[in-house]
């Protein structure tokens, strides 16, 4: 059964931090590439990172040089660091697994919100 748990959200000050972490379950985990997304009402959901089981990582140009994915393999966690947010960084961001290159799944999401 796949079961991804998110959390780390909240609101922030433009320029500031959040660490998201998505516990995922271990049979995924150890066979998948792992992703964050994120969406905000009325557009389509986007690909923000990636992170293959080797530890090779993929960024959109929107968040490139600010967010750091990372996966925890002795926890099941991947992590997105994000730092120097800006208000377009405002959205729900959900945890996902690849599966022939595609997200397979979508849970309940974190909502991050930048705002002064």
């Known amino acids: 059964q796949v079961q991804f748990v998110e959390s780390g959200g909240g609101l922030v000050q433009p320029g500031g931090s959040l660490r998201l972490s998505c516990v995922a379950s271990g049979s995924i985990f150890s066979r998948y590439a792992m992703a964050w997304y994120r969406q905000t009402p009325g557009k389509q959901r986007e690909f923000v990172a990636t992170?293959?089981?080797?530890?090779?990582?993929k960024y959109a140009d929107s968040v490139k040089g600010r967010f750091t994915i990372s996966r925890d393999s002795a926890k099941n966690t991947v992590y997105l660091q994000m730092n120097n947010l800006k208000p377009d960084d405002t959205a729900v961001y959900y945890c996902?697994?690849?599966?022939?290159?595609?997200?397979?799944?979508w849970g309940q999401g974190t909502q991050v919100t930048v705002s002064s």
């Open positions: 996902t697994y690849l599966a022939t290159g595609q997200p397979a799944y």
């Open positions: 992170i293959s089981t080797g530890g090779s990582t």
